[in-house]
C-alpha cells in the first residue's frame, strides 16, 4: 500500500473542513465568513501549500523563522502570519514579511517587535498568547498575568493588540478543552473592554485539527489547523 500524498489527502479533507466550520459558526450564530481558516504548514512543502492556496486556502502560518524565510519567496499570494515560538534576536528577519504574529508572549518580545517595527516604517499586528492551561512546558502569559502585559505593550509604538492566542493542554477525550476555550473566550471580551491604546481586538485564535470545532462554538474565529489539512507531520 502507498501511502496518501499530502495533496490527496487535502484534497479529500478541505472541503469537510469547510463544512464543519460553517456548521459551528452558525451553531455560535455566526457564519462561515466569521472564522478564519489559517493552515498550519509548517514541515509542509511549498507545492503543497501553493495547491492549497489555490484551491482556496487564504491564510498560512509558520512556526520556524528559518522554515519560513526558506519557503517565503516559493509560495502564492496569501496571508502570512508567523504562529511559532519566537526569539527575540529572529523578530527582524521576519517582520517585513507576516502580517500577524500570534506568538507574543513576553513583554520583552513585544518591546523588540516594535522597535522593529519603527525601523521598518510599519505597524505590525500582534496577539498574545495566552498559556491558558497553566503548563510548565508552554509559553505565553498567564491567565492573572495578561491584563497587567497588554497594558503594558499597547504603550508600545508601532504594534497593534488584535486579540489573544492559545494552544491549550493536549487533550485525552474530547471536550477536554471546552473549559479553557470558554476562558479564552472571556479573557477576549475582557481585554477588549479595556479599550486600550494601540490595540483593536478581534481575533481570538484558537482551536486546531482535534478541536477546532469546539474552539468555534465557544468563539474563536481563527483556526490553525495542519494536520486534518495535510496529514501527519513529517520530520526531516
Ligand atoms: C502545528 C500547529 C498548529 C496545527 O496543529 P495540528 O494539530 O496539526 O492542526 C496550530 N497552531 C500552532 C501554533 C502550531 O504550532
Given at each position: 500500500m502507498t501511502e496518501k500524498s499530502s495533496v490527496e489527502i487535502f484534497e479529500e479533507n478541505f472541503a469537510q473542513i469547510k463544512k464543519n466550520i460553517k456548521i459551528a459558526a452558525e451553531k455560535s450564530?455566526?457564519?462561515?465568513?466569521?472564522i478564519i481558516l489559517l493552515a498550519?504548514?509548517?514541515?509542509?512543502?511549498c507545492e503543497t501549500i501553493n495547491y492549497a492556496i489555490n484551491a482556496g486556502v487564504k491564510y498560512i502560518g509558520e512556526n520556524r523563522v528559518q522554515e519560513f524565510l526558506s519557503k517565503k519567496d516559493s509560495l502564492c499570494e496569501c496571508h502570512r502570519h508567523f504562529i511559532g515560538h519566537l526569539q527575540t534576536n529572529k523578530v527582524k528577519d521576519i517582520i517585513e514579511h507576516?502580517?500577524?504574529?500570534?506568538?507574543?508572549?513576553s513583554v520583552r518580545l513585544a518591546r523588540e517587535i516594535s522597535k522593529q517595527s519603527i525601523k521598518h516604517n510599519k505597524t505590525m499586528d500582534i496577539l498574545l498568547e495566552v498559556n491558558i492551561g497553566a503548563e510548565e512546558s508552554k509559553s505565553g502569559f498567564l491567565e492573572e498575568e495578561l491584563i497587567l502585559a497588554a497594558e503594558e505593550i499597547s504603550k508600545l509604538p508601532s504594534i497593534r493588540i488584535r486579540g489573544l492566542m492559545a494552544i491549550p493542554p493536549v487533550m485525552e477525550s474530547e471536550g477536554d478543552n471546552d473549559k479553557y476555550f470558554i476562558k479564552m473566550k472571556k479573557l477576549f471580551i475582557d481585554i477588549g473592554s479595556k479599550?486600550?491604546?494601540?490595540s483593536s481586538i478581534d481575533i481570538l485564535s484558537m482551536g486546531m485539527s482535534d478541536d477546532y470545532v469546539a474552539a468555534i462554538e465557544a468563539g474563536s474565529n481563527l483556526v490553525r489547523i495542519g494536520t486534518a489539512l495535510f496529514g501527519k507531520r513529517i520530520y526531516k
Open positions: 450564530g455566526r457564519s462561515e465568513k466569521d498550519a504548514t509548517k514541515t509542509v512543502d507576516v502580517e500577524l504574529i500570534h506568538s507574543v508572549d479599550k486600550m491604546d494601540n
